[in-house]
């Protein structure tokens, strides 16, 4: 009598056929379109046997829970953080789900990414970009603060707490600092090979030009779309990096795919390169040039920009002298 009841007090295990049926769809998504085929299939079959073992049966009757314990459990077998697994029953087939629209909601309150534009000592422009919101959302920002920047001797970018975004938007500002016709900054590879270079973009806002010094701060935050940016430039020689590595994220997402169960996966399905380095900042982050703290990165921008300028200065009174 005593065994039954506590028999009967037990709560029931969840039942999560449907999570594994989910897990073994994620698989074969994996399987067949991460970017590094060798490294998918070990993955691949890694996730099929945890699966199997039950080592993710957890939060089974909690399926946004569960989302959330399998995005943290994928970037640790895959080493890569730019795989997710969000429960979305009823968005959009191309992957726009909740997070995503609620962050673009919030692009108004942002300055739709620019946080500050301002004017230091000696002529030096200080922009702050917090996120690459849609280009159509955010090319009036840009503009306005391109504009403001655009009379300084020197201007220090600020890509730190940014988080990523939409590509379409970071490609126009790597090219704000560079010389029309330049070499392409950074090219793209699938499993298949090569991808066609992109075209250089047309800027709608004032050009900042490659002649003027450029500082672009960095640190654990900065990961993505912001990295491409300071990766790219410092790699052609065009900026200093100033702060501390960036979060390592370069691989670029494909569209969301459809799990069972109203889950989806979203898995990197091409990698970008420098062909100055041949190589990107998966996992190591940008390195920077000038190692900084939070609190000491912008004095340690002005006084790099400031020997550039006393150099320059410096060379042009040279040149200039009978």
């Known amino acids: 009598m005593i065994l039954a009841l506590l028999l009967v007090a037990q709560p029931l295990a969840a039942d999560c056929t449907q999570e594994r049926a989910a897990l073994s769809a994620a698989a074969d998504v994996i399987e067949s379109r991460y970017v590094l085929a060798e490294f998918a299939r070990k993955s691949a079959t890694t996730l099929r046997e945890r699966t199997s073992s039950g080592a993710f049966d957890k939060h089974c009757d909690d399926p946004k829970a569960?989302?959330?314990?399998?995005?943290?459990?994928?970037r640790?077998?895959?080493?890569?953080?730019?795989?997710?697994?969000?429960?979305?029953?009823?968005?959009?087939?191309?992957?726009?789900?909740?997070?995503?629209e609620k962050w673009r909601q919030g692009a108004p309150a942002r300055g739709h990414g620019v946080k500050t534009v301002q004017r230091l000592d000696s002529n030096i422009a200080y922009l702050h970009i917090t996120d690459f919101y849609d280009y159509e959302m955010a090319?009036?920002?840009?503009?306005?603060?391109?504009?403001?920047?655009?009379?300084?001797?020197?201007?220090?970018?600020?890509?730190?707490?940014?988080?990523?975004?939409?590509p379409e938007t970071a490609w126009p500002l790597q090219w704000s600092f560079m010389e029309p016709g330049s070499q392409m900054p950074?090219?793209?590879?699938?499993?298949?090979?090569?991808?066609?270079?992109?075209?250089?973009?047309?800027?709608?806002?004032?050009r900042y030009g490659a002649q003027r010094p450029l500082a672009i701060l960095l640190d654990?935050?900065?990961?993505?779309?912001?990295?491409?940016?300071?990766?790219?430039l410092q790699a052609q020689g065009r900026a200093v990096v100033i702060g501390s590595p960036s979060g390592g994220g370069a691989h670029m997402l494909g569209e969301g795919a459809a799990l069972p169960g109203g889950w989806k996966i979203g898995v990197p399905e091409m990698r970008p390169f420098s062909p100055h380095t041949g190589s990107n900042w998966e996992r190591t982050g940008v390195i920077p040039d000038i190692e900084a703290s939070k609190k000491d990165a912008i004095a340690a921008a002005q006084k790099w920009i400031s020997h550039q300028l006393e150099t320059k200065k410096a060379a042009s009174k040279t040149e200039t002298a009978p």
């Not at 953080?81 to 959009?92: G, K, L, N, Q, R």
Request: proline share 6%; charged share 25%.
């Open 66 to 74: 569960f989302a959330q314990f399998m995005t943290k459990q994928l």
């Open 76 to 100: 640790t077998v895959m080493t890569d953080d730019h795989v997710y697994v969000e429960y979305a029953p009823h968005s959009s087939a191309h992957g726009e789900d909740d997070w995503l």
């Open 139 to 166: 090319e009036q920002a840009f503009s306005s603060a391109f504009t403001l920047a655009s009379s300084s001797d020197a201007l220090i970018l600020d890509l730190r707490g940014n988080p990523g975004g939409s």
């Open 186 to 206: 950074l090219r793209r590879e699938k499993r298949s090979g090569l991808e066609p270079d992109r075209q250089e973009p047309k800027i709608t806002w004032p």
């Open 220 to 232: 654990q935050t900065s990961f993505s779309a912001p990295e491409a940016v300071a990766y790219s």
